[in-house]
């Protein structure tokens, strides 16, 4: 499964972006999608996930500036950020899961980096 992000970008602390990441169609269809994400000399972390039915999970650090959501008929998958800060400076990653099936695929990474 090759997901494609973008997105991603160079931003002022306190302003916003939107990621997106599409996936192509399978015939398993696809359960969840979300994103992650790894900051220089930091594990890569959870963001968000959401399922097929629109329930959601967030980090809890990040609830309140992030929304996960997604459109179900194009596959996609989308990431709105507000009010971001120099923390939020990572590498952001797409994944799915398709039903049926245990692993979690991964885009290539789109780089947000936010700026003091």
């Known amino acids: 499964v090759q997901l494609q992000a973008s997105g991603g970008g160079l931003v002022q602390a306190g302003g916003s972006l939107r990621l997106s990441c599409a996936a192509p169609r399978s015939r398993q269809g696809i359960n969840t999608m979300g994103w992650y994400r790894q900051a220089p000399g930091n594990e890569r972390e959870l963001v968000a996930t959401?399922?097929?039915?629109?329930?959601?999970n967030y980090a809890d650090s990040l609830k309140g500036r992030f929304t996960i959501s997604r459109d179900n008929a194009n596959n996609t998958v989308y990431l709105q950020m507000n009010n971001l800060v120099p923390e939020d400076t990572a590498v952001y990653f797409c994944t799915v899961t398709l039903y049926g099936r245990s692993e979690l695929y991964w885009g290539q990474g789109t780089q947000v980096t936010v700026s003091s």
């Open positions: 959401i399922f097929r039915s629109g329930f959601t």
